[in-house]
């Protein structure tokens, strides 16, 4: 923030000096709340997937991880579990709440998740803006 010297030996009312005080410091923002990019972002078909898959006797989350592993370097992990961690990014979208581990947070930053059924198999598939190189089977990819 910036200082203002005022003379007071000039000739100057107090109102003068307010206002000109006024004029010269910096309007802070009425809010710190800044727009930012979703962590996370689930298409139709995954939100419909983890609806049925949330249906149950006991309340579950999904988290989404990365793990060091597999040719590139990274690997998408995907877990059930009951409660939030305490870094945890939660993502709720449709009804359906996700979590993103903090450790994966940066690397999942911007990602859309889809599910994926066909005649051989069904997952849920991961496009990511921030990968740089995957390996051959999809499996794993470099940031």
Do not use: H, W
């Not at 307010?18 to 009425?30: C, E």
């Not at 877990?79 to 961690?85: L, S």
């Not at 198999?121 to 740089?132: A, D, E, G, Q």
Request: hydrophobic residues 35%; glycine residues 6%.
């Amino acid at each position: 923030m910036s200082k203002a010297y005022f003379n007071l030996s000039s000739p100057m009312s107090v109102a003068a000096v307010v206002k000109k005080a006024a004029a010269n410091t910096v309007s802070q923002p009425s809010s710190r709340l800044r727009l930012r990019k979703a962590a996370l972002t689930l298409t139709p078909a995954a939100v419909d997937r983890l609806k049925s898959l949330y249906n149950g006797p006991e309340p579950r989350l999904l988290r989404v991880g990365v793990k060091q592993k597999g040719c590139s370097g990274n690997s998408y992990s995907l877990e059930f579990t009951d409660k939030k961690g305490k870094f945890d990014e939660v993502v709720k979208q449709d009804g359906v709440t996700v979590l993103v581990d903090s450790k994966a947070l940066i690397t999942v930053l911007g990602s859309e998740m889809d599910y994926i059924q066909n005649k051989l198999s069904s997952s849920f598939v991961f496009s990511n803006p921030n990968v740089k190189e995957t390996c051959g089977c999809g499996e794993s990819f470099k940031i």
